[in-house]
C-alpha cells in the first residue's frame, strides 16, 4: 500500500438556518449532489483521510480487522482523555455540576471502547499467528494515548514512559502528563476545599507518583453518601467516577480475554510476560476509595 499523505484541512464553509432552507427549497427536497470544491462532510471528518491510514503488513484479510479496530481504540483513547482533561479542569474550577457531562460522556466512549473487542472476537490463535511475526515487537503496550488515559485516571508509572524516550515531542507530552494532577487528585483537592479535611500528604504529594487508598479519603465518600439528597453534588459526582472506573476495568477486562483467547500464556509481542502481565495490571484500581468505601456505607 502506498505511504498516506495527509490532506491540508479544507475550510468548512457555515451555513445559516436561512441558507439551509433556501438550499432545500431550490433542491426540491432531494440532497446537494454538487459542490464547487471538496465535499463539506469529508472536509469536516476527513474521512478520505482516515481510510488511507491503513497500511497491513500481510495480505491476510484478518489483519485488516486487527489493524482498524486497534486505530479505532486509539481514536477512543483520544476522545476519552479529551474528557477526562475537561473534568478535570472543571473540577480544579469548583464546577461540580459541569463536570458531569465530560464525565458522563466519558463513561459512553468507554462502552464504545470496549464494544470495539467484539470485532476481533473471531480470531483464533492461528488466525493471529498468520500474521503477528510481521509485527515484530510492536504492542498495544506502547500506546502513548493508552498511558494518557491512565495518567489522567490516577494510574501512575514513571517508568512506562521510557519507550517513547527517541520521540522526543510524545516524551515531553507524557512527561507533562505525569506532572499534572490526575482526575482523581483533583478529587482529592475537592474533597478537601468542601471540608472533608483531608491530610496534608496527600493533597502535597508528589503527582507524579501513583496515589494510594487511604482511610481518611474512604471516610469522606462515607459521608458523602450518607446523604441521599438529589442536590448532593458530590455524591453524584462519585457515581459518575464509579462508572468510568468500571467501564475502564471493563476494558483490561475484555484485553485479558481477547489474549487468552489468541494467544493463550505466550510472551508478550513487546516483551512483557504478556497475559501474567495483564492479570497484574488488573490490581491497580481506579479510584480505589470509591470501592473500598461501599463496605462500610
Not at 508509572?157 to 510524545?170: K, M, Y
Not at 493533597?203 to 442536590?231: F, K, N, Q, S, T
Amino acid at each position: 500500500m502506498e505511504q498516506t499523505e495527509l490532506r491540508p484541512r479544507t475550510v468548512v464553509r457555515p451555513v445559516t438556518p436561512r441558507q439551509r432552507a433556501a438550499r432545500a427549497a431550490r433542491n426540491g427536497g432531494e440532497p446537494t449532489l454538487d459542490f464547487t470544491e471538496r465535499v463539506p462532510y469529508d472536509a469536516y471528518v476527513q474521512a478520505s483521510t482516515l481510510h488511507r491510514l491503513q497500511e497491513p503488513l500481510s495480505d491476510d484479510p484478518g489483519e485488516m480487522s486487527f489493524l482498524m479496530v486497534s486505530q479505532i481504540m486509539e481514536l477512543y483513547f483520544g476522545l476519552t482523555c479529551h474528557e477526562l482533561r475537561d473534568t478535570a479542569r472543571l473540577l480544579r474550577q469548583d464546577q461540580v455540576w459541569a463536570a458531569l457531562a465530560p464525565l458522563r460522556r466519558a463513561a459512553l466512549h468507554l462502552e464504545g471502547l470496549n464494544a470495539a473487542w467484539r470485532g476481533l472476537r473471531w480470531m483464533t490463535p492461528a488466525d493471529f499467528n498468520r500474521f503477528r511475526n510481521l509485527l515484530g515487537e510492536g504492542s498495544g503496550f506502547q500506546s502513548a494515548m493508552y498511558r494518557h488515559l491512565e495518567f489522567l485516571l490516577g494510574l501512575r508509572d514513571p517508568a512506562l514512559i521510557r519507550p517513547f524516550r527517541r520521540q522526543t515531542e510524545v516524551y515531553a507530552e507524557l512527561t507533562q502528563a505525569l506532572a499534572t494532577p490526575s482526575v482523581w487528585d483533583e478529587v482529592l483537592a475537592l474533597l478537601d476545599r468542601h471540608g472533608h479535611g483531608l491530610p496534608a500528604e496527600l493533597l502535597e504529594r508528589d503527582v507524579a507518583i501513583e496515589h494510594e487508598a487511604h482511610p481518611a479519603v474512604e471516610a469522606a465518600w462515607v459521608r458523602i453518601y450518607a446523604d441521599p439528597g438529589p442536590d448532593n453534588h458530590l455524591r453524584l459526582l462519585g457515581e459518575a467516577l464509579t462508572e468510568v472506573a468500571e467501564q475502564f476495568g471493563d476494558w483490561r477486562h475484555h484485553h485479558i480475554k481477547a489474549v487468552q483467547r489468541t494467544m493463550g500464556a505466550k510472551v508478550g509481542s513487546g516483551g512483557s510476560a504478556g497475559l501474567a502481565w495483564l492479570q497484574r495490571s488488573m490490581a491497580r484500581v481506579v479510584f480505589p476509595e470509591l470501592w473500598s468505601a461501599r463496605t462500610a456505607m
